[in-house]
């Protein structure tokens, strides 16, 4: 795939910029790059690695002749490896009941993600992208939240729309924190109940023994105490009322803030040095300004939670899950529930109607996959972007339901917000950004049925397919550009 790599778009800038990096050339830099240089940083330590034995071997010379196009591509590889070793451990932490057998397949799965997949195999962002973020987030779990938070800011210099990512982070272990602060405190009270001790105690020394009010008024203390440190347990357990979740978590962001600013400033660090890179360059992205400027593209989140599920279609698209999402609709306030269904369908129609841009990248570059999508389908015709508009809406309802199953109302709000400020400033319409909020999703969807994690394999696998069949089988040439051009996502 050598002679391969040089028409894969993007990879004609990055490999040439690696490789100027390889010589020592650090102030070299291509104004077409849109990304900081950290996945150069990542791949020289790579090539590090191996240049010994590359010497050892005559392959290279010299250092330099050592980031050949295949020895950089190689980097992903091995930062696939280790994803994937990040995802199983993620996965021990977040589901500690699960056997062996079943993370390892939910593992092997997630290393089959097609977006994921095929770009292990070129010389993009995507694949340092995701696993520097994955490892932050296990760091943030085991609660090590400095060197997180230096992970975290390598994953921003991969990639700088990974800061939503870190912050995604910070604020789970903020969430995290709090609630275990607050488990902890319920539990020491409960084993040791100094008020409720010292009223039995006085209760039983007969201290105004000859009072049946005395008698009465401390029982009915210990039995206050009791019930709220009951409450206070149960208060740790996802709650169904959302407000009332909300204004605890306020609360106790208010009461420890001092105890959680000295916990996580090392993530407030990494914000500050974003916010002054941006202020600096006057733009979130490198080079290419005028053709990657914030918009505001709220369709996208319409394709995202579709992409999501279809990627998820034995989870989300079977006629359980349908059956169930209508039984809950009728189950509870059905008012309410018509009332949410109208307004979300409504921010639907609005979406598609006015925040669907058509970037020239989009409509001009026929080697992408969406670019078929947005010709062949949204384009067909022109109702078709209102009629998938319950799709879009329907995908994310399933997809609120299956996380509600096992997170807090409040994360799921977080992890929204995270994927919205994501992709909804990116004009461009490209499902490589979907990989890390996608990720998110399923990792935190306890799906405990191995046959649907077992038909995603075979959906996965069917994808990748035809993915790299079109890619290797199936070139083509431009009219107006020289040169074997490959279909690619």
């Known amino acids: 795939m050598g002679k391969i790599a040089v028409v894969a778009m993007d990879e004609i800038f990055h490999i040439p910029q690696a490789q ?56 992903n590889g091995v930062l696939a490896v280790f994803c994937s070793f990040l995802v199983y451990n993620i996965l021990n932490h977040l589901r500690p009941s699960l056997s062996d057998r079943k993370v390892t397949l939910r593992t092997v799965v997630l290393a089959l993600y097609p977006l994921h997949w095929f770009f292990s195999f070129l010389y993009y962002t995507d694949v340092a992208s995701l696993t520097a973020v994955l ?36 604020c789970t272990g903020v969430l995290d924190y709090i609630l275990t602060q607050q488990k902890d405190s319920a539990v020491l009270a409960e084993s040791s109940p100094s008020q409720g001790k010292d ?19 401390i029982g009915n203390q210990a039995a206050t105490f009791s019930s709220s440190v009951h409450q206070m347990v149960a208060s740790t357990k996802p709650s169904s009322d959302f407000s009332h979740e909300v204004r605890e978590i306020i609360s106790r962001l208010w009461q420890l803030k001092w105890e959680l ?66 039984q809950s609709f009728w189950k509870k306030n059905k008012l309410v529930n018509f009332f949410e269904l109208c307004t979300a369908l409504i921010v639907g129609f609005f979406s598609v109607h006015f925040f669907s841009i058509a970037h020239p990248y989009l409509v001009a570059d ?60 990116a004009p461009l319409i490209e ?41 290797l089988f199936r070139p083509f040439s431009w009219v107006h550009e020289t040169g074997v051009q490959r279909f690619i996502w």
């Open 366 to 425: 026929n080697r992408h996959y969406p670019f078929y999508l947005w010709r062949k389908v949204i384009k067909f015709h022109w109702t078709m972007k209102y009629l998938l508009v319950p799709l879009y809406v329907y995908s994310w309802i399933s997809i609120f339901n299956i996380l509600a199953k096992s997170q807090r109302k409040t994360w799921v709000l977080v992890y929204f917000l995270a994927t919205a400020a994501t992709l909804i400033p």
């Open 431 to 471: 499902f490589r950004y979907y990989t890390i909020p996608f990720f998110f999703l399923i990792l935190h969807s306890h799906v405990d049925d191995d046959r649907s994690w077992l038909l995603m394999g075979v959906l996965y696998v069917s994808i990748n397919f035809f993915t790299m069949y079109m890619f």
């Open 261 to 326: 600013f000295a916990t996580f400033w090392p993530y407030f660090i990494v914000m500050v040095a974003f916010i002054t890179f941006v202020c600096w360059n006057g733009s979130i992205v490198l080079g290419a300004k005028e053709a990657h400027t914030v918009s505001p593209h709220f369709a996208q989140l319409m394709y995202f939670s579709l992409v999501s599920a279809l990627f998820m279609t034995p989870v989300h698209f079977t006629i359980r899950q349908a059956a169930m999402l209508a």
């Open 199 to 217: 009223a039995f105690s006085v209760w039983n020394q007969g201290v105004g023994t000859g009072s049946n009010l005395r008698k009465r008024r």
């Open 135 to 170: 490892a932050s987030y296990l760091m943030s779990l085991k609660k090590n939240y400095f060197l997180s938070s230096v992970v975290g800011a390598l994953a921003v210099l991969i990639r700088q729309t990974n800061i939503i990512w870190v912050l995604f982070i910070a």
């Open 20 to 75: 100027q990096y390889c010589k020592g050339n650090f102030r070299s830099w291509d104004p077409m790059i849109t990304t900081p240089p950290g996945l150069y940083i990542v791949s020289l330590a790579h090539v590090a690695s191996l240049f010994p034995g590359l010497f050892s071997m005559k392959v290279g010379a010299s250092f330099s002749d050592a980031c050949s196009s295949s020895i950089l591509r190689s980097s």
